[in-house]
């Protein structure tokens, strides 16, 4: 089969699998027939792990070991504001990890994200397995765009993690974009405006010839469906404590279950003027059962959510105004998210915009579509297609007085290199400590350190005198690497910026490696059930003709054997499926398929005699 490349829309919700067929793009439906799978993950009590719609059915009964939303948290440190508010609201636990990072406590045992986020993209390879049928192992996979280096990195290791060759990591709002332009050989400024379940983007992009040009983009990595969902838990969960005096949150199965029915109404809001929540038997108070029962009006989501939606359309705002942009140029705006099926959402951004959004693209799966296009074009050799995407955030490193010297601005077309020569800064100094920076901020301390290294070795001499050239490169995936090189020795020291990926490379591999061996068990233990399933079968069959079989030999040793010989064999089947030992059950299928013939034959010849 010839090289195939998927395109993954890891999402914070739901992810989405695409493929180019025949030079048209299409979405790759799961086993249930869905077109998007949720990215939940879940450890059952007997230590089964379930991915998709089979975790997000049991989250309620299983709360504390299910996860979703997983992305908020991959590449986070362990203290940032995102992992603290994460902490307040999930129902499973958060604990430190060994590198500043964040890990998940499942049935006791860690987990860090890009594991979790790994199970999802496998089961997404799976389904492109299931439906191309053959091996998948390249794929590129999308990223908001606001996405910092740290969680890009974070993102491919846990590409690696599930066996995929991530060959290109591309920002969600250009693969929209490159979906919404295929195959159409537009000229046109057009906006995407991207709210999912946890992030939102915003992008400017120009069309032409085949070339997707982004011009600017800017977002937050931190807001999206989960905070609509959360301001009805809130209220929910306020009016009852008015009403009750009791905090729902306290109680996990609570919150999951509040959490279920806030995302319902929020979605059943798009389409109506009210929202019946119930929710018997919530909690229990002083021995009674008590129950939830309110009705929420579109008005009222509105209202709890109208600073979210400001939110996003001051940051459309700031974007157009960096790129030096006229709303008037802009031809079209694409929606893409689930988030913008809500009719405020887009009510706010026709009126920011001033035109109708483009109805031509379907908004949950408009990201994969793009990933695959891109997917495809990578392995292309002819492909016309070029995407210039940019860097979201600036680049740069620390300089005397704590001072932020970028190197490369944000919205720099990548791939790009720079580079700057500082001198020292001290008298008789042999070192440097090159601090790699990402953010905006003038202050060092308040941008991202994304890594850090020394160079040594350098000439004693006057401060200022001795000169090293710091040189930065983002690759297409806009993945960062710094180097720092003496001028005068010609001495180099670099690094590729790694450092808030939250794994080691050896994690990463015994990852690889225990990932492999869980899909192996899991084949095994499938193959397993179908000859279980085969063996059962024909046990029940002979056990069925046994009377008849009986009544037929009655008096007969030879057929006294027969019946003592079909029983044992039948008993070497139950103990083979008992010890779940593959070859006895194998082994005795093949005895039992010999018995049932036999039986069949000795029934038959009654009925003709
Ligand atoms: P995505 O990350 O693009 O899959 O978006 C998922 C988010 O969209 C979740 O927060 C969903 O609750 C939300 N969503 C999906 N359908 C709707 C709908 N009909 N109305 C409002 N929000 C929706």
Not at 32 to 45: D, H, L, N, R
Request: proline share 3%; net charge negative.
């Amino acid at each position: 089969m010839a090289e195939r490349v998927i395109g993954i829309d890891l999402g914070t919700t739901n992810s989405c699998v695409a493929i180019v067929e025949n030079g048209t793009p299409i979405v790759i439906p799961n086993r249930g027939g869905y077109k998007t799978t949720p990215s939940q993950v879940a450890i059952t009590e007997s230590g089964k792990r379930l991915v998709g719609h089979i975790a997000k059915r049991q989250a309620i009964t299983n709360a504390e070991h299910t996860v979703y939303a997983a992305k908020r948290l991959i590449g986070r440190k362990w203290n940032s504001p995102p992992v603290k508010q994460a902490m307040e609201s999930c129902s499973y636990k958060l604990i430190e990890g060994p590198h500043d990072d964040v890990r998940i406590e499942l049935r006791g045992q860690p987990y860090s994200i890009p594991e979790i986020s790994a199970y999802v993209l496998q089961e997404m390879k799976m389904i492109a397995e299931e439906h191309l049928g053959g091996p998948i192992e390249k794929a590129v996979v999308t990223v908001p765009a606001y996405f910092n280096d740290g969680q890009r990195q974070a993102t491919k290791d846990a590409g690696k993690i599930a066996g995929l060759d991530v060959i290109r990591i591309i920002n969600e709002p250009t693969a929209a974009a490159l979906a919404y332009g295929f195959g159409k050989n537009l000229e046109r400024k057009v906006a995407v405006y991207d709210l999912g379940g946890g992030t939102f983007d915003i992008s400017i992009l120009e069309l032409g010839n085949g070339v997707f040009e982004v011009i600017s983009t800017a977002g937050d990595t931190f807001l999206g469906g989960e905070d609509f969902d959360k301001r009805i838990i809130d209220w929910l969960v306020f009016g009852f404590a008015k009403e009750h005096h009791i905090d729902l949150r306290r109680d996990k199965m609570a919150l999951q279950r509040l959490k279920d029915v806030a995302e319902k109404a929020k979605c059943e809001l798009s389409s109506a003027k009210e929202a019946e929540i119930n929710l018997p038997f919530i909690i229990s108070k002083d021995g009674e059962a008590l129950h939830l029962q309110r009705t929420l009006t579109r008005e009222k989501l509105e209202e709890l959510t109208e600073d979210l939606v400001e939110k996003t359309v001051s940051i459309c705002r700031k974007t157009l105004a960096e790129a030096d942009i006229e709303k008037a140029a802009i031809e079209d705006v694409i929606l893409v998210g689930g988030m913008t099926r809500m009719p405020r959402v887009q009510a706010e951004v026709a009126k920011f915009f001033g035109m109708e959004p483009c109805k031509g693209v379907h908004p949950d799966e408009v990201v994969a579509l793009g990933a695959g296009i891109q997917g495809a074009a990578l392995i292309q050799t002819d492909s016309d297609m070029l995407l210039l995407d940019v860097t979201p955030h600036s680049l740069g490193i620390m300089i005397i007085g704590g001072y932020f010297h970028k190197l490369i601005p944000q919205n720099t077309t990548v791939p790009t290199t720079a580079s700057h020569i500082f001198t020292t800064v001290k008298d008789n100094q042999t070192s440097v400590k090159i601090l790699v920076l990402q953010g905006e901020s003038d202050r060092a301390e308040e941008n991202e350190l994304l890594g850090e290294f020394i160079l040594t070795g350098l000439r004693r001499a006057p401060k200022g005198e001795v000169e090293i050239e710091v040189q930065f490169e983002i690759s297409a995936d806009g993945i960062v690497s710094v180097s720092a090189k003496d001028q005068e020795t010609g001495l180099k020291q670099a690094i590729t910026v790694t450092a808030t990926s939250g794994l080691t490379e050896d994690e990463i591999r015994r990852m690889v490696e225990e990932s492999r061996d869980y899909l192996m068990d899991q084949k095994v233990n499938e193959e397993f059930e179908k000859q279980k399933q085969a063996a059962e079968k024909l046990v029940d069959e002979i056990e069925a003709l046994f009377p008849r079989v009986e009544q037929a030999i009655a008096g007969s040793d030879f057929g006294q054997d027969a019946i003592k010989k079909a029983r044992s064999v039948i008993e070497r089947a139950r103990q083979g499926i008992q010890a779940r030992d593959a070859q006895a059950v194998v082994d005795s299928t093949e005895a039992l398929n010999r018995t049932l013939n036999m039986f069949k034959g000795v029934v038959a010849k009654t009925r003709v005699g």
